[in-house]
């Protein structure tokens, strides 16, 4: 019997969930996450209310509760929310999905997703969701692979890599979709945010063996001003209209 994309993605962050931040929260895995975050958090409220969508293992909600704050995360596997919890015992975590929040309208200050949208069958819903629980002032920003030349040949790769078996935390084919600043810019404004801004962040990829990514992570900064159509993380803010 086939399965649906996201009972595919279910089911693989089920069973890598143990595994996952041997791979993102180790050497190569720590330095990229935690640039990541940071590019994230500079676009964020610092100390809010803040949903965290498609948490995974917990890993921005550490970060970004760190000083202080409070944070929720959701994600659709239950695996990975109960790696959170042994993270971040004092935040609260729970499983569903971006596209139906199970929250209030108007109940967060702030919303955060990183390496998640490319998933999304339905990223309208998502942000049309994510405005629906900001209150009326509050931030979104996202951060995830965007469309450009470096990234195209990705979905062959995660074909290639289920098809040989390959066991990774993420090279598995889930029909991922990638989108460039326009389509970024247009999903956030006709969902009603206002202030959008677009980025890019990321040149030292995470499988990159050393000295290469030691080298990679020295001219990022470079990259990401000078050279962004060599940067592969698209980033996007935006705000609720206070009225
Ligand atoms: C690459 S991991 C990123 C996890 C975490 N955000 C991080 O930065 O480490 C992708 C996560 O998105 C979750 N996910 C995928 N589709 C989702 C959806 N529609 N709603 C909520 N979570 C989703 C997966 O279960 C997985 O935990």
Redesign the pocket.
């Known amino acids: 019997m086939s399965i649906t994309v996201?009972e595919k993605?279910?089911e693989h962050?089920d069973a890598v969930a143990d595994t996952y931040d041997d791979h993102?929260d180790q050497v190569h895995g720590r330095c990229y996450?935690t640039h990541i975050s940071r590019y994230i958090m500079k676009s964020l409220p610092a100390g809010v209310h803040l949903l965290?969508?498609?948490?995974?293992?917990g890993?921005?909600v550490e970060k970004y509760t760190e000083s202080g704050g409070h944070a929720v995360g959701?994600?659709?596997?239950r695996g990975?929310i109960g790696r959170a919890h042994l993270r971040c015992g004092t935040s609260e975590f729970t499983i569903?999905?971006?596209?139906r929040i199970p929250f209030r309208d108007n109940s967060f200050d702030a919303v955060s997703?990183?390496?998640?949208f490319s998933?999304?069958g339905d990223p309208v819903a998502m942000l049309d969701e994510a405005y629906r629980v900001l209150r009326p002032g509050g931030i979104i920003a996202i951060c995830t692979l965007g469309k450009k030349l470096l990234t195209r040949g990705i979905p062959i790769l995660y074909h290639i890599s289920e098809k040989m078996k390959v066991r990774h935390v993420?090279m598995k084919n889930f029909g991922e979709r990638y989108y460039d600043e326009n389509e970024m810019y247009d999903l956030f404004e006709n969902a009603g945010f206002t202030e959008i801004r677009v980025g890019w962040c990321s040149f030292a990829h995470i499988d990159m063996i050393d000295p290469l990514f030691s080298l990679a992570r020295r001219v990022e900064p470079f990259v990401e001003q000078r050279i962004p159509q060599f940067a592969y993380n698209i980033c996007v803010n935006g705000k609720k209209p206070e009225k």
């Open positions: 996201p993605i279910r962050y993102y996450h965290d969508i498609g948490c995974g293992t890993l921005f959701i994600d659709i596997s990975m569903g999905t971006g596209e997703s990183l390496l998640v998933y999304l993420v």
